[in-house]
């Protein structure tokens, strides 16, 4: 620098004095400016002084004897200064460069990972302790495949379904408190446990349930094997149901013989009740149930296990938090059954299939029962008697979190239920095991330089036998909280029932990101050497979404994080192509059973899940902008007006249109394209606006919650998720009743519509007003401010 100083003055030094110019002072307010026409050194040692008004003042003429000496001169000056001129000007360009090269970098390690992730080179900068360099998404892919590599799925699996842990009992309280010594031994910045008193129902044992032939006379007869008396359905109605052999197949009065699949426990007892049975027995067909000569089957001893509380959540408090059921009145949810519920084997069934007359059951009905007609009834007389009993009970929900860097008030969810009915290694096992490897693979990023954007939160949940009782009670205690913090909540429920298909339920804001993290993802296809999971699905079929997506079920325990809280929500698992796990919910849900099924698979597959969920949360905790595609729900709506115009003309023909939803459709879809705009052409940089964005896109799912209904009678208000008079689904059955038939009454009565009212102009005037107005609000709340709403309205 001392000799770039040197040059510089030696410049000054061979610039004649004339060629500048000069700035006088100008008489003014202002006085005391001296005038700026000193020699440069004398400059050079005064300070400072204030601004004064200057006038502009030219050198001397060229044509003066002053302005052809001071020429010469100039030009000889000139012809000497070039060379070092050249070498300055080079000095302060390099000079420069450098400082400018310092600062930049200096100010990206200072920002982190405040970019947004549009490929996987976009680049995740680590804390200011970490001596490591930019991590990109391939490196942060590396980083997370080399560290769950060592942890042993298959060992955790096999221990924990080992252990008894119902909920409520003393093996489960000795497996949470295991949990928690587990994660405060991780990196994590919290763990804590949340408890809660619930009501469940557990059989009793001193009264078990039972099962009569009735004669005639209404008199108990023989008293048919119900195999397993442990076996029931909690949330049954206790009491008794007598079945009296009569005439005819209607249902009302009468036990029904119900197969098990497709719908929910729930579900078939409540379209039951909805047609006046007395009660219900569910049964596991072996159709549903295959066996083959490599895979193993349900015995047909076996009965399997399934609540029946249409809902979520404990039944005795709903909409509440059961943290003290003293504090709230003695109500019940409506989802709670008024007719006893009971399971059966196939066994049983078969005793009571040969005894039923009447017309022969649809060819969709019948199963594979040997020796066993399956007739439509009437049959023989029944008596069912349900015993089970209530229970205050604790259940306790485990956290651990991991907060994030810029936005440590949005969490990224992800858990796992804990509890199981019986061993229940793939309903509750493998969810829990992937669950701790991830926290433990998670914690060793951190210790490596990861740092999420988002807070990460870890929960082992309690309760998800008995209707995610755990999560929903949860969800309740906290709702006004997470529904404005909770950006994504990823289940581990079910995740390994086979090795054949990969399914994914899921909110459609998930959709385009899991297709990203399909195609990007090195995720090994778990029975096809060589493929990635993407090319396996793509390879079967060439629409990925078709075979892959699916809604998210009432059954599902991410459902009420959508359906009711508003927070967009996934279960993905592996299953089987020809068949469905047969043990699930059974005491055959073992260790050993599932290892057979995937014919030594399971450590391939539990890897393969982990590894599906491990990358989505670095996307979904490490990304700038969430990617989360809210101009999804457009396609939605368009999907259901096209089977609501099916019937435009029946409704024209009452003076009656669709056209309210067609235009809060369309302004919802115009937002949606306005905020994409928006983003693309803002400053990926500028950190409040990003955060201005990413609020608004976490909350879209919270926006399609119906504000018009209230929470205690409709707790799931989603208008495409849940359940109730204000959901598009409810709407489209009641239209189906203007060309009713008995499987469209059945279609209507099973969303919540009474049977046998048919259609009702003011009740379907109201529904498309609460629809449209959940629409249309939507559609202003993702506009942003009240200024920028654009609708048609």
């Known amino acids: 620098m001392e000799r770039l100083w040197g040059l510089l003055q030696g410049a000054k030094r061979l610039s004649p004095r004339p060629s500048q110019t000069i700035y006088k002072h100008v008489e003014g307010t202002q006085q005391g400016c001296p005038e700026e026409e000193e020699e440069e050194e004398e400059e050079a040692a005064k300070p400072p002084g204030h601004f004064c008004p200057m006038e502009l003042r030219g050198p001397e003429p060229l044509g003066s004897p002053a302005g052809r000496q001071n020429l010469g001169l100039w030009a000889a000056a000139g012809r000497r200064a070039a060379p070092y001129l050249v070498l300055t000007a080079l000095l302060i360009f390099t000079g420069a460069f450098l400082l400018g090269y310092v600062a930049f970098r200096g100010s990206c390690q200072a920002c982190g990972n405040d970019v947004m992730v549009v490929s996987e080179d976009v680049n995740y900068e680590p804390g200011p302790n970490s001596h490591q360099g930019t991590l990109y998404w391939s490196d942060l892919q590396a980083l997370f495949l080399r560290h769950l590599g060592e942890g042993s799925l298959e060992n955790t699996i096999r221990q924990t379904s080992l252990r008894d842990r119902v909920a409520g009992s003393a093996g489960m309280a000795a497996l949470a408190r295991d949990i928690h010594a587990a994660l405060s031994r991780q990196k ?32 108990l007869g023989e008293q048919l094997p119900l195999e397993d008396p442990d076996v029931y359905c909690p949330y049954s109605a206790t009491g008794n149901a007598t079945h009296l052999r009569t005439r005819g197949v209607e249902p009302a009065g009468r036990l029904l013989l119900v197969r098990l699949g497709v719908i929910s426990f729930a579900q078939k007892v409540a379209s039951a009740q909805d047609f006046g049975a007395g009660g219900v027995l569910i049964y596991p067909d072996p159709a549903d149930f295959p066996q083959g000569p490599h895979k193993p089957g349900l015995s047909s001893n076996r009965a399997v296990y399934g609540h029946v509380h249409l809902g979520t959540g404990d039944p005795y408090t709903p909409g509440f938090p059961s943290f003290n059921q003293t504090q709230f009145p003695p109500v019940q949810s409506s989802g709670l059954p008024s007719i006893p519920a009971q399971p059966i084997s ?172 399909l195609k990007q993802a090195r995720v090994e296809s778990p029975n096809h050497s060589g493929q990635t999971l ?43 192509d020809s068949q469905v796990y047969p043990f699930l919910h059974t005491k055959d849900d073992t260790y050993e059973n599932l290892h057979k099924v995937l014919r030594g698979r399971l450590p391939a ?189």
């Open 346 to 517: 196939a066994d049983v069934a078969s005793l009571l299939l040969r005894k039923l007359a009447g017309p022969e059951a649809p060819q969709e009905w019948q199963g594979q029962l040997s020796g066993s007609p399956y007739r439509l009834g009437p049959g023989p007389g029944l008596h069912l008697g349900v015993n089970n009993r209530r229970a205050s009970t604790p259940i306790s929900n485990i956290f651990g979190c991991i907060e994030g860097r810029s936005e440590p008030d949005h969490y990224v969810v992800i858990g796992a239920q804990r509890d199981a009915w019986g061993p229940g290694a793939a309903r509750s096992a493998v969810g829990t095991a992937i669950l701790l490897e991830l926290v433990r693979t998670f914690s060793s990023m951190v210790s490596n330089g990861f740092q999420p954007r988002r807070s990460l939160l870890f929960i082992s949940w309690d309760g998800g036998d008995f209707g995610s009782v755990g999560s929903t009670e949860w969800l309740e205690g906290y709702l006004s909280l997470l529904h404005l913090k909770a950006v994504v909540y990823v289940s581990l429920d079910n995740a390994v029932l086979g090795d054949d298909k990969f399914h994914a339920k899921t909110s459609p804001l998930l959709i385009s990101l899991i297709e990203n993290i």
């Open 188 to 219: 994590l910045d919290h763990v804590w446990t949340d408890t809660h008193y619930v009501g469940l129902q557990y059989p009793d044992r001193a009264h078990p349930n039972t099962l009569h032939w009735v004669d005639a006379a209404g008199r």
């Open 534 to 576: 993407y090319e396996q699905v793509a390879f079967s079929n060439h629409s990925w979404d078709a075979e892959v997506i699916q809604p998210l079920p009432m059954d599902s325990s991410a459902y009420s994080f959508t359906a009711f809280a508003g927070v967009p929500a996934i279960e993905f698992s592996f299953v089987e």
């Open 605 to 793: 597959v539990a890897q393969a899940v982990a590894q599906f969920a491990g990358q989505l949360l670095i996307r979904l905790s490490h990304d700038h902008l969430l990617p989360l595609d809210f101009g999804r729900y457009g396609d939605v709506v368009l999907r259901h007006i096209g089977s609501l115009n099916e019937f435009s003309g029946d409704l024209k023909a009452r003076g009656l249109t669709l056209q309210w939803v067609y235009s809060a459709r369309g302004d919802y879809i115009r937002a949606a394209e306005k905020l994409r705009k928006e983003i693309y052409s803002s400053e990926e940089s500028d950190e409040r606006l990003t955060r201005m964005y990413n609020v608004r896109i976490m909350r879209v799912e919270y926006y399609f919650l119906s504000q018009y209904v209230s929470p205690a009678d409709s707790p799931f208000r989603h208008i495409f998720l849940g359940r109730g008079d204000h959901t598009l689904g409810a709407l489209l059955n009641h239209v189906r009743l203007l060309r009713s038939s008995s499987s469209e009454t059945l279609a209507a009565a099973t969303s919540g519509v009474a049977p046998g009212l048919g259609f009702q102009e003011s009740r379907f005037r109201r529904q498309l007003a609460l629809l449209t107005w959940t629409l249309q609000g939507a559609a202003n709340a993702l506009s942003g401010d009240v200024w920028n709403i654009d609708n048609n309205f």
